[in-house]
């Protein structure tokens, strides 16, 4: 499941992506919101109880600007035949090109737990940005699958410095993360890596060069 708005032209890409990977995909369309950047536990609690009304057993969620290697097609069975107990994680890898990624600082050590299984939207929790897909009291075990997730946004350097905006903008006083933002934009000392043989992802990417968010470069902070 995903929510799309300004990333709505990368959704085909991503559809493409997971079509070996899931048994279907419920999508929330936010371009109807006059908000600068909408409520992103309004849109996740949206899309929680769609899955759920559905009859989902397990939920994979992602975002268009993002793909997952190719194994995960392979191994995905193998995942969701373990305890239900269990949320997979992913290494999540900013990419700087189409096929290599920065892995300096704290840039490869990112994994996000995405594959879960579904559970009563009732029971979300998270209430400000970057919050977890699930919430602590449905007590999952962290696991690490092994599998990458590479993150297309920040291939193009003005991308780079708009997310950094947007989130200084939406968190000035870095409440929801105490690094703060500024290190989005920061390429200092970058450490790149390419994607190894046999651990790409489909369909290729070709970048755009667009900005895929809003830009708050001449709004005033909330």
Do not use: C
């Not at 090109?97 to 594959?115: A, F, I, M, N």
């Amino acid at each position: 499941m995903f929510s799309y708005r300004y990333d709505a032209h990368l959704v085909p890409g991503l559809i493409a992506n997971i079509d070996p990977i899931v048994d279907g995909w419920i999508a929330y369309d936010d371009r109807g919101s006059d908000a600068v950047f909408s409520s992103e536990p309004t849109r996740r609690r949206a899309l929680l109880a769609a899955a759920f009304e559905a009859g989902a057993d397990w939920i994979l969620a992602m975002d268009p600007d993002e793909r997952l290697e190719n194994a995960v097609a392979d191994q995905i069975g193998q995942l969701t035949s373990r305890s239900r107990r269990i949320a997979w994680g992913f290494r999540t890898l900013e990419m700087y090109t189409p096929d290599s990624y920065r892995v300096d600082g704290p840039w490869g050590q990112k994994v996000q737990h995405r594959l879960f299984s579904a559970y009563h939207p009732d029971r979300y929790r998270s209430t400000d940005l970057h919050g977890a897909w699930f919430p602590e009291d449905l007590r999952l075990k962290l696991r690490d699958s092994g599998l990458n997730l590479y993150h297309l946004k920040m291939i193009e350097p003005r991308r780079r410095a708009a997310r950094r905006d947007l989130y200084n903008h939406l968190d000035p006083d870095r409440r929801l993360q105490d690094i703060g933002y500024d290190y989005l934009a920061d390429d200092s000392g970058a450490v790149f890596e390419t994607i190894p043989p046999g651990r790409g992802y489909f369909p290729v990417h070709s970048d755009d060069g667009g900005l895929w968010m809003a830009d708050v470069s001449d709004v005033r902070p909330a």
